[in-house]
């Protein structure tokens, strides 16, 4: 129940409302069935019961305008609540940490932001649907019952039997199932692989025929489980249908000589079976889809769980007493200490405990070797990490005190896993020409360009897609710019350019610079060289911490 529980809460229509409207659609749907025998066993003469037609005429109105309304209802709700549901998480999103995040997962995100409010909004209509089918057929076995009670308790073991081998068979199906769509999984895993290491694949034969090879094999067993799927359903289905002709037959040879019917009682206990017939297959072959939409609805409130309490952890580090300072004189990371963790909390990798000032107006450069811990700092220092132990403080004031949200507003970044948008989100009044000029400047005018407020190609090569991030860094025009490896993809006419023209000219402007790198040959660019291993900084020709 906790599906109905779900859309209760969160509906702004009365579930019992709708409820109380299936059940009148339902009950007319019924009815139809009622009227349509009793006007055949009266009529006489050829003689058409005109009152009889009037309220089968009236009972489809009742029918289609309850159907129609429920449905429509429905739809929309369930739309909302998946809009209002997408929304409310990716608030939440936002405003979580950066560790939270990644200690939830894309994936489990992704599913439940995406996958599993799909599952929602693609399960809920059948739903509803089977739901006044049981209710038709509930009806119909009470007409039943008053046609003939043998008949009815005939019809309910014949039900019950076939809804049994229904439900194991559609177990078996169902596991079938599963391990062929991981099965499948599996095929596109290797497929990407082929894709994204297509090079690798192209430059020696022999990875070629393995990864070709596998493929083969793994093709071969998800084609052996679809067809054993496939020839499972056929049975099932076959036996089904077999019992329910065998539950007409049963009207018809068996019941008369239980008790004591006549031929008017058979036509319409036959009648009622094949009016059922299909809202009942309908209403079981739906329980897979309903198992699976509350499946849905607990991983969504798991997912919920998890953000409303990173949400409430970061909320208490975000506000703070102070604003973004239009300029600073230092921030001090003092003692800062930070640590990679199991799943057992043990450390991995611990970073610190690091001393470091960065003063108003210098550049530092941070160099080290993949994984001494750069990245780690960088985020450290702009406060995307917390520290396990010290402080980050600006003139003084410790960063948690500001509010971690008014200190980020110091920066500007481009980390080594950047993203790039299309759109200048969150800069306001951009000047075009301006754009221009700095797509000119880095020197991909003629790879992509503005219009509409957006960048219209971003199909560019990694060193291209830089350099667009770049340009969004100089129209941010923050206090601190920080380049994490940004130069790592350039040619060397321009990395020459990045290190002997920008970084300068961004000096003169009076920013604050930290760029992480490797060039050694440009490290007279830097008013101090640190540099890292192993999480520490240590001593290093080029300056001090």
Not at 144 to 164: D, E, H, N, Q
Not at 344 to 370: H, K
């Amino acid at each position: 129940m906790k599906l109905w529980d779900f859309l209760g809460s969160h509906s702004d229509v009365s579930l019992p409302k709708v409820i109380t409207v299936a059940i009148i659609s339902g009950l007319s749907n019924a009815l139809l069935l009622v009227i349509a025998n009793s006007a055949a066993h009266s009529l006489t003469n050829q003689q058409v019961d005109v009152r009889m037609a009037i309220l089968f005429v009236l009972a489809i109105v009742i029918y289609v305008l309850s159907q129609r309304w429920v449905l429509r209802i429905v739809s929309i709700e369930v739309e909302k609540i998946i809009e209002r549901l997408r929304v409310r998480m990716s608030d939440k999103i936002r405003h979580a940490d950066l560790q939270a995040i990644e200690r939830i997962g894309r994936g489990q995100i992704y599913a439940g932001v995406n996958t599993e409010t799909l599952t929602i909004s693609q399960t809920t209509p059948p739903l509803l649907l089977a739901a006044q089918g049981a209710m038709m057929v509930l009806f119909s076995l009470v007409y039943i019952f008053w046609l003939s009670p043998t008949a009815f308790f005939l019809t309910v073991a014949i039900i019950t039997a076939g809804v049994f081998v229904h439900f194991k068979n559609k177990q078996q199906l169902m596991s079938d199932l599963d391990r062929s769509t991981a099965k499948e999984g599996e095929f596109f895993d290797v497929l990407t692989h082929l894709l994204e290491g297509f090079k690798e694949v192209k430059i020696r034969s022999a990875r070629s025929r393995e990864v070709y090879e596998h493929l083969q094999q793994i093709a071969a067993e998800v084609s052996g489980l679809k067809t054993k799927t496939a020839v499972r359903y056929a049975d099932y289905y076959i036996i089904t249908q077999v019992l329910f002709y065998l539950l007409i037959g049963a009207m018809v040879f068996i019941l008369p000589g239980m008790s004591q019917v006549y031929s008017e009682q058979v036509t319409r206990l036959t009648s009622a079976i094949l009016f059922i017939i299909g809202p009942l297959s309908m209403t079981v072959s739906v329980v897979p889809a309903f198992r699976a939409a509350t499946h849905a609805v607990t991983n969504i409130g798991r997912l919920e769980d998890a953000l409303d309490q990173a949400q409430q952890q970061a909320a208490e580090r975000e506000t703070g007493d102070g604003e973004a300072p239009p300029s600073f004189d230092a921030i001090e990371v003092r003692g800062v200490k930070f640590s990679y963790l199991d799943s057992d909390q043990r450390p991995l990798f611990t970073v610190g405990p690091l001393d470091f000032t960065l003063r108003q107006g210098e550049t530092v450069l941070i160099v080290g070797g993949n994984g001494s811990g750069k990245s780690t700092f960088l985020k450290l220092l702009t406060a995307l990490y917390f520290p396990d132990q010290g402080d980050v403080l600006i003139d003084g004031i410790p960063a948690r005190t500001l509010g971690y949200r008014n200190y980020r507003e110091l920066f500007s970044v481009i980390y080594s896993d950047y993203h790039l948008f299309e759109r200048l989100y969150g800069i306001n009044d951009v000047d075009n020409r301006r754009v221009f000029d700095l797509l000119r400047l880095m020197e991909i005018e003629r790879k992509t360009t503005w219009q509409n407020g957006r960048f219209m190609n971003q199909d560019l090569s990694t060193g291209q897609k830089k350099r667009l991030a770049l340009i969004v860094t100089l129209l941010e025009d923050r206090p601190i710019c920080i380049f994490d490896e940004w130069a790592a993809d350039q040619d060397p006419a321009f990395r020459k350019f990045f290190y002997e023209t920008l970084l300068p000219d961004l000096k003169r402007q009076g920013k604050t610079i930290i760029c992480a790198t490797h060039d050694d040959r440009y490290f007279h660019v830097g008013d101090r060289v640190l540099k890292m291993e192993m999480g520490q900084f240590v001593d290093f020709g080029g300056g001090t911490a």
